[in-house]
């Protein structure tokens, strides 16, 4: 079963036209996500693309490239089907710390490196990763301005922005859309960047959905994480939280089984239910996820 036209939307103020499920590409890159079997990535990605699946989410700090290298291989000769969006502005240190870039120098270089990753002539949607509290926002935007002035990117997104720097940018430019964390775990962007989306009729894409696999009830009290696993050092996934978090998708899970759905399916149906602009965006590590989060979310929805 593939995707059907009711599950396409056009981002606001803008020509691009999406599928509501999008791929997440962060594990793609390997870097902060531990073991990752390229193989089974590979055939996950394809088969979300088989599905109808046409929105990609990437950016240059995953797998310091890598991510964008993978996207660029996998859709050789499908790319004017297809709506990318990648990021800018997170830099990986020699030390394996990172930083954060948005001055004019950085952007303008690291959107020519990207469309050389991509092999695109433009960026359909370019994100800033993250804030950058060094670099004044005029500079920013300056560079902004003239990628887009070049042609080099279409539309511009923000991700993981506080509201407030959100209403700043968006008050000295065109943002098209918004990009941030929304699960039933993880619920602030409901009165935050969720919230100014629909008062601004932007986009909305909203990330680990299934809150880095912890609503798939996968997770035990105990369970353990690697180093190089980006859940180790995160408290939604250690000590009395991570209790707390097994506590609340068992009874999530109950519910759902009452329903005849899984506890997957009832998590990306509530973030579907925000219909005015909402893209859900899902990392899939096994072939054959996308498509049964996609028909079962549907059909809870």
């Not at 303008?108 to 990207?114: G, I, L, N, Q």
């Not at 602030?188 to 008062?199: G, I, S, V």
């Not at 798939?216 to 209790?243: A, I, P």
């Amino acid at each position: 079963m593939g995707i059907e036209e009711e599950d396409y939307i056009t981002l606001p103020k803008t020509d691009l036209k999406v599928s509501r499920l999008s791929i997440g590409t962060w594990l793609f890159g390997g870097l902060r996500w531990g073991y990752v079997d390229n193989l089974e990535s590979e055939k996950t990605f394809l088969s979300a693309l088989d599905l109808g699946i046409n929105f990609i989410d990437t950016a240059d700090a995953y797998g310091k490239g890598q991510s964008e290298e993978f996207v660029s291989r996998l859709t050789k000769g499908r790319k004017e089907n297809l709506v990318i969006g990648t990021k800018a502005g997170v830099v990986w240190n020699t030390d394996g710390t990172r930083r954060i870039d948005l001055s004019k120098r950085h952007l303008t270089e690291a959107a020519e490196r990207s469309l050389q990753r991509l092999k695109l002539d433009k960026i359909d949607l370019y994100y800033l990763h993250e804030p950058d509290v060094n670099t004044d926002i005029e500079e920013t935007i300056e560079a902004l301005q003239l990628l887009k002035a070049q042609g080099k990117i279409r539309y511009i997104g923000l991700s993981n922005f506080p509201k407030e720097t959100v209403a700043q940018f968006n008050s000295m430019m065109h943002v098209s859309c918004l990009q941030d964390e929304l699960s039933l775990i993880r619920r602030e962007a409901e009165l935050t960047n969720l919230k100014f989306a629909k008062e601004n009729n932007l986009g909305f894409l909203a990330y680990s959905p299934l809150s880095k696999g912890l609503l798939t009830g996968k997770f035990k009290f105990d369970s353990q994480f690697s180093s190089d696993d980006n859940r180790s050092g995160n408290e939604d996934f250690s000590g009395e939280r991570l209790k707390k978090n097994v506590e609340k998708v068992a009874i999530l899970s109950e519910f759902a089984k009452r329903l005849g759905y899984t506890a997957s399916a009832v998590s990306i149906a509530w973030v579907f239910r925000y219909r005015f602009s909402n893209v859900c965006c899902l990392r899939c590590q096994n072939a054959g996820t996308i498509g049964r989060a996609d028909e079962e979310s549907r059909s809870c929805f």
